[in-house]
């Protein structure tokens, strides 16, 4: 069965350090996301990408966040200067529209 | 806000009964999901229902959905001990690009 797979599934960061989080989505889906769910709490949307363009973002997705599509098969996902806050799982998922989405397996987030 | 809310929170049963948990929201959807989530773990897509389907079936898995009330409910039956998870209903109510919004889930332990 196809699969989203995100790496790395753990990175830890220094405060003010820029991560990037990669992300393979599902090879013929063509909506992205990323969500990500802070401990014991409810998963949040960030952000969602469609031909080549940010579709919808939230509050949460602020200037120091950022979405690209590199190449035909990575999406990714940059936190300019990370902020403490920022620890969190942070989930890839594609979708072609009509079913429910794929979700990765998460990168765990850790910016001490 | 559309977010969804399930209740109860948390719910604990002996293997082989059933598990219902119940989602409430607030606005009109597209299509209402269910996930499941282990531990730390990623999210797994159990189940869409679209907004003109009053239910739908899968395995040990059924999904009502009251649009007149805005909620749906989740059954398991004869549930095992590895279903023991957290259980996340997410609505999908954008135009676009159908981000969801997840509620605070609810925590199934099935004792063997």
């Known amino acids: 069965e196809p699969e989203v797979t995100q790496t790395p599934s753990h990175q830890v960061t220094q405060m003010g350090q820029e991560v990037i989080l990669r992300c393979v989505p599902i090879?013929?889906?063509?909506?992205f996301y990323w969500y990500r769910q802070i401990l014991g709490q409810k998963v949040e949307f960030l952000v969602s990408f469609y031909n080549n363009e940010i579709s919808e973002k939230s509050e949460i997705f602020d200037d120091q966040f950022s979405v690209e599509r590199p190449d035909g098969s990575n999406f990714t996902l940059k936190i300019r200067s990370t902020k403490l806050e920022d620890s969190a799982m942070y989930f890839c998922a594609s979708s072609d529209y009509r079913d429910g989405y794929t979700f990765g397996s998460g990168t765990r987030l850790t910016v001490v | 806000s559309q977010q969804g809310e399930e209740d109860p929170q948390a719910l604990s049963i002996q293997e082989g009964e059933n598990a219902t948990m119940n989602c409430s929201y607030k606005?009109?959807?597209?299509?209402l999901q269910w996930y499941r989530q282990n531990s730390g773990r990623g999210l797994v897509h159990l189940i869409l229902i679209r907004s003109n389907e009053r239910e739908k079936h899968s395995g040990r898995l059924r999904v009502t959905l009251d649009t007149s009330k805005k909620s749906s409910s989740l059954l398991i039956t004869a549930s095992r001990a590895a279903d023991t998870a957290s259980y996340f209903c997410?609505?999908?109510?954008?135009?676009?690009?159908?981000?969801?919004?997840f509620g605070t889930g609810t925590r199934l332990t099935v004792i063997p």
């Open positions: 997410a609505t999908d109510a954008s135009r676009r690009a159908n981000n969801l919004f």
């Open positions: 090879s013929n889906h063509l909506y």
């Open positions: 606005t009109s959807i597209n299509n």
